[in-house]
């Protein structure tokens, strides 16, 4: 296998792009392979090597490297109208409309460019509707490169996780474990007429995959509606993929106040989006005092892209697809592991998958989570499992990064370079794909 292509642009890109790349997970070691083209569910990098890619561009990749026809269509009929013009356009009205009639909370929407954009806007509505500064978050949660969230430690020692955020910013934050109601409550008792927002994912999925226990977000909204804080769910990730076109909100039957969206509701192009009831999104300008506003939000080409993408999804088997491909991964994977590494925790759901090097082994298999940890208490697993961010970051993180990924890419498997990230199976991808990564699983665990 040569890498001399990728080798040499990746040192120039190293002259002009800050750290040769452009978004930080992107430079693994020592050099990356720069994409070519995709294919399907594989990727072909610059030196013609041909890779099964389970990354899928970090989520939004419902469908891998080839658009179905009617998104193919649709992006080239707004590409050739022109791509963007500073004033409404029809398939604004009718993505937000197919979103408000799947999504259980939400009525309305503001389509904004990145997940990002859309955590920091519905942090700034949740400060302004509540006249309230403090946010809690998730430890081991991530909600973009945004100063609010960018920030770690214990609740009642917050700091910046960044050079570059004031602490006067970080002050205004919470960092809480997640899954530990009793923190959340007395963190509730100290500052509750203080706190203008709870902002979590569905499942923390960029710290491996961390499910909620039974129970935690109702305890999060009964909290929220005791103190008047707004509940801020961030379905980036989870949006479309976990729970279908209703998203993980439906599948857990959480009722937040506002959600925020990335990745998939985008088909592939930059987006983002705060939605969630009309009391609060129509206080965004114009309609409110809120300030909200971007050159390139509801940018046609992508309305279009992520339209026909979820009417697609709506109208063939792509979740059953998905998801029963993921399953067989995650089971498959459990299965080797018992074998060869019972200290390791299998996670995921839907079409998410991942395998936590957790340290601790336990006596028994009996009754465990067949196909991904589901938090259940009954499992004989239970206590080893991870429930929190630090569980994960405790687990043997070096390995995964500089044995277990190397080794995976030289089999021609792409997955997620650090142990944290989610990886993703797609449309694209066939069970000959996943029993061929599980017999690569087996040589490298
Ligand atoms: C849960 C979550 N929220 C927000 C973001 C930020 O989205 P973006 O990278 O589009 O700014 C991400 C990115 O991975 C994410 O996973």
Not at 84 to 100: L, N, Q, R
Not at 272 to 277: D, E, F, L, S
Not at 361 to 375: K, L, R, V
Request: net charge negative.
């Amino acid at each position: 296998m040569s890498h001399e292509q990728s080798r040499d642009l990746y040192d120039r890109g190293l002259s002009v792009l800050a750290g040769g790349v452009n978004s930080s997970v992107r430079a693994t070691k020592p050099y990356p392979f720069f994409v070519q083209r995709g294919d399907g569910a594989h990727v072909i990098d610059a030196d013609g090597n041909r890779y099964l890619d389970y990354v899928m561009g970090y989520g939004p990749l419902l469908y891998g490297h080839d658009l179905p026809e009617p998104v193919t269509a649709a992006v080239q009929q707004h590409v050739a109208e022109g791509p963007m013009y500073g004033a409404p356009t029809e398939i604004e009205v009718k993505h937000a409309e197919f979103v408000a009639r799947h999504v259980p909370s939400v009525e309305m929407l503001r389509f904004v460019n990145s997940g990002t954009e859309a955590t920091v806007s519905a942090v700034r509505l949740a400060r302004a509707v509540t006249g309230r500064d403090k946010i809690v978050v998730m430890q081991g949660g991530y909600h973009g490169a945004q100063e609010s969230t960018l920030v770690e430690g214990e609740p009642g020692h917050p700091e910046p996780s960044s050079p570059g955020i004031p602490e006067d910013f970080a002050k205004h934050t919470i960092p809480v474990p997640f899954n530990d109601t009793e923190t959340l409550r007395e963190v509730f008792e100290h500052h509750g007429d203080e706190i203008a927002a709870v902002l979590t994912e569905p499942i923390l999925g960029n710290v491996g995959i961390v499910m909620p226990e039974d129970g935690y977000h109702d305890a999060i909204r009964e909290l929220c509606d005791e103190y008047g804080a707004l509940f801020v769910l961030d379905e980036v990730i989870t949006g479309f993929r976990v729970g279908g076109l209703q998203c993980a909100q439906g599948r857990f039957d959480i009722e937040p106040d506002l959600t925020t969206f990335g990745k998939i509701i985008g088909g592939g192009f930059p987006v983002g989006a705060i939605g969630g009831t009309a009391e609060y999104v129509e206080q965004f300008t114009p309609g409110g005092e809120v300030f909200q506003s971007g050159t390139f939000s509801g940018h046609p080409v992508t309305m279009a892209a992520g339209y026909e993408n979820l009417k697609y999804a709506a109208e063939h088997d792509v979740y059953d697809h998905v998801n029963g491909l993921a399953e067989r991964l995650r089971s498959g994977i459990a299965d080797i592991c018992e074998d060869q590494a019972p200290e390791y925790t299998v996670v995921g759901t839907a079409s998410m998958f991942k395998t936590i090097f957790t340290r601790d082994a336990p006596d028994t298999f009996d009754d465990h989570c067949e196909s991904g940890c589901a938090q259940r208490e009954s499992c004989s697993r239970f206590d080893h499992c991870p429930k929190t961010g630090d569980d994960v970051r405790d687990a043997a993180t070096d390995r995964w990064e500089r044995v277990f990924w190397q080794e995976m890419k030289d089999r021609d498997i792409f997955l997620t370079a650090n142990q944290f990230e989610s990886q993703f199976v797609s449309y694209s991808h066939t069970e000959a794909d996943v029993d061929r990564t599980l017999e690569a699983y087996k040589e490298v665990l």
